[in-house]
């Protein structure tokens, strides 16, 4: 039996009217009748609601609809996708401010000769490091998938304002990956 069916033979045996459901869902009446005649699906909260309402359990309301477990599916997985973005988002913005804020500490308590130190010159380039392979594997797990000729060259950067090298487009990978090697060909002589 497919969702909708499901929830409009449930609401009548139970003998609730569309606005009585509506209203314990926080939805407008027009929502639950889209919902009850397939239109459209209710998000994972609404479903788990419903299965309070309704006295059902989540398989009960759900097992048969294809569709509700295709979009089920798809927001699960783009919910993983948004809490590595922001996982990776913090270790960025954290690698940052410990890098920034080990140098002004050190010069704070009288470490000047820190900033003219290989240790400095290290710190420098992690950080840009960092920065460039994240910014690199943020713009893979928001856009996954394998290398396209057709792709764009220049992107909208993924947080920011501008435009970034697309690293989806073969030309625009082997870019990126000569700008690190450029960028460890400039910071080797100066750590070492």
Do not use: C
Not at 52 to 71: C, H, P, R, T, W
Not at 82 to 99: A, E, G, N, P, Y
Not at 165 to 188: R, S, Y
């Amino acid at each position: 039996m497919k969702l909708s069916e499901v929830i409009y033979s449930r609401r009548k045996e139970l003998g609730l009217t569309q606005e009585q459901v509506a209203h314990k869902l926080n939805v407008t009446r027009q929502a639950l009748s889209n919902w009850e005649r397939g239109k459209n699906y209710p998000d994972i909260d609404i479903l788990v609601k419903l299965t309070q309402i309704y006295n059902l359990s989540f398989d009960a309301l759900i097992k048969g609809d294809k569709e509700v477990m295709k979009k089920i599916s798809e927001d699960a997985q783009a919910l993983r996708k948004q809490k590595r973005l922001k996982k990776l988002d913090i270790s960025l913005v954290v690698v940052t401010m410990t890098i920034i804020l080990i140098p002004f500490l050190l010069n704070l308590f009288g470490r000047q000769h820190f900033l003219n130190s290989r240790l400095m010159s290290i710190s420098i380039f992690v950080l840009v490091m960092y920065i460039m392979i994240a910014s690199l594997w943020h713009y893979r797990l928001g856009n996954p998938g394998p290398l396209n000729k057709r792709a764009p060259l220049l992107i909208p950067k993924s947080f920011g304002i501008g435009l970034t090298i697309n690293p989806q487009n073969p030309i625009g990978l082997a870019i990126w990956i000569i700008l690190l090697i450029i960028v460890i060909a400039i910071f080797i002589p100066m750590i070492f």
